[in-house]
């Protein structure tokens, strides 16, 4: 695996992640005043259900898609069978469970227009080939083409939503762009595919394997999306879930900028697995954890730091619930970035989906169980200690499966230093908040420091994972003159 081949997928892949994220986080500032928190709440509830007809749709075929064309990548005839049967198969599963989403929820739902509306995503799942691209190691095409779509659909909201009545209007411009966005991607295809026959059989190989990938990613999104649902059900208000909402999307975000090394590193991993490299493949996972620290401390502690001041600022007037919110979920940035180098980047990689599975059934399970106890009790605020508990049940899982195969006390403990800077940073940043003025300009101000301070510390102390990033841009940038 070269280093720079990584980053740069890493980059585009972060890109790629962070757009879908940030479409909603980029209009949120403008949707928080104009359709308020139980507008955004009515949307999410909405849309959480939804996702769950997409994540069975899709019957785990995006994780097993990637990792099997990774395995062939080389191979333009196998790579094209590949394609075509597994396209194929989840062809036929999508649109079943587009169909009965719509019955079941688009004629007799609570919110049926507004389900009717996201039946285009559902529908929407069975186009995305990204999978294909992303087992190719070539991340670009899907970065450029889904961010011209993205930008469409920002300017749209901006022209077409003034009022709360106009909540139909903003999940068709949230849901119409998903569709053209993964239609648009089929258009790169032709280089990579040839000609090949497709038979039933060679489609429905795919079904067993594909099923034991989508039983742990099917309990991921419960306990990343189940919140919203109980909470709809559950809390006092559907407000609540607009809180919520509100507060996850701002760390999940941030969580994505960590993560998505993952995704470059299982086809890469994967790859240098068929060749026998298994060591390359540790000490790739030892840099990975000690990127996860590195980035991951730095925004915990910037969170802590500037949530009160941020949520005000950016959400606006009525949504004071989201600051400490942010708070209490910010630790998941280090527990779900540690679980995911175990289980992306190691566990699924080396085939051993039982164990990976059975550490996101531990978190689901301790997600549901928590839901139902706090949520009546405590609304969003107990749905995010549920979240950041069970994602400790996860973390602790894997490492207890894995504490044999890897040497941990190797991987863990770059985290002590990177918990002191970022410590000091945080403190550091939120005294400048409690001096500075109100306002966007104090804001930024902090998070300008911010970034200075940690870099600062990072470069005191030597450390090795910023040098290596410095050394590749530098050998990239050479290479161009």
């Known amino acids: 695996m070269k280093k720079s081949n990584v980053i740069t997928n890493y980059i585009y892949n972060t890109a790629y992640q962070l757009l879908n994220l940030l479409t909603p986080l980029i209009t949120a500032p403008y949707i928080s005043r104009v359709l308020g928190a139980s507008g955004v709440g ?11 007809f997409v994540l069975i749709g899709e019957v785990g075929t995006t994780i097993y898609g990637l990792r099997e064309v990774a395995y062939v990548q080389d191979d333009p005839e196998k790579r094209s069978q590949l394609f075509w049967q597994i396209t194929l198969f989840r062809l036929c599963t999508v649109l079943i469970c587009t169909v009965l989403y719509f019955f079941t929820f688009g004629i007799r739902g609570e919110y049926n227009l507004i389900s009717q509306i996201l039946t285009i995503e559902v529908a929407a799942a069975a186009l995305d080939v990204s999978w294909f691209f992303s087992g190719m190691e070539n991340f670009r095409v899907t970065v450029v083409r889904n961010a011209l779509i993205k930008l469409i659909g920002i300017v749209l909201i901006f022209m077409l939503v003034k009022t709360e009545s106009d909540l139909p209007v903003y999940a068709l411009c949230m849901t119409v762009p998903i569709l053209i966005g993964n239609a648009s991607l089929w258009v790169s295809l032709p280089k990579y595919l040839v000609k090949v026959k497709v038979n039933f059989r060679g489609i429905l190989k795919h ?13 991921i999104e419960i306990y990343t999306v189940l919140d919203k649902t109980m909470l709809g059900i559950f809390g006092s ?12 999307r701002v760390v999940r975000i941030s969580l994505q900028i960590i993560t998505s090394l993952g995704t470059v590193m299982l086809p890469a991993m994967s790859y240098a697995l068929s060749k026998g490299e298994l060591e390359t493949v540790k000490k790739s996972i030892k840099q990975a954890f000690q990127f996860v620290y590195m980035i991951g401390f730095a925004i915990l502690f910037g969170i802590i730091a500037i949530a009160d001041r941020f949520v005000p600022l950016f959400f606006g007037d009525g949504f004071a619930p989201v600051s400490y919110l942010m708070i209490v979920l910010s630790p998941i940035l280090i527990l779900s970035g540690t679980s995911n180098v175990i289980g ?5 990689p080396t085939k051993q989906q039982a164990a990976y599975t059975v550490s996101v059934i531990t978190g689901t399970v301790v997600n549901v169980i928590l839901n139902i106890i706090l949520i009546t009790r405590f609304n969003a605020v107990g749905a995010s200690v549920a979240t950041v508990i069970a994602e400790f049940s996860v973390t602790l899982v894997q490492i207890l499966f894995v504490r044999k195969q890897l040497n941990f006390k190797e991987c863990l403990t770059p985290a002590l230093k990177y918990f002191l800077c970022g410590f000091i940073m945080g403190f550091i940043v939120y005294v400048m908040g409690r001096l500075l003025g109100p306002g966007w300009g104090g804001l930024i101000l902090q998070i300008s420091a911010g970034i200075v301070i940690y870099l600062v510390e990072l470069i005191i102390t030597k450390d090795k994972m910023l040098q290596m990033g410095l050394n590749v841009i530098s050998e990239r940038f050479s290479s161009k003159k």
């Open 42 to 52: 009515i949307y999410s509830y909405a849309q959480s259900i939804a996702t769950y």
């Open 207 to 219: 079904l067993k394997p594909a099923l034991i990938l989508f039983v742990p990613q099917l309990a």
């Open 237 to 248: 208000d559907i407000a609540q879930v607009g809180y919520y909402t509100q507060a996850e």
């Open 344 to 348: 992306h980047q190691y566990l699924l």
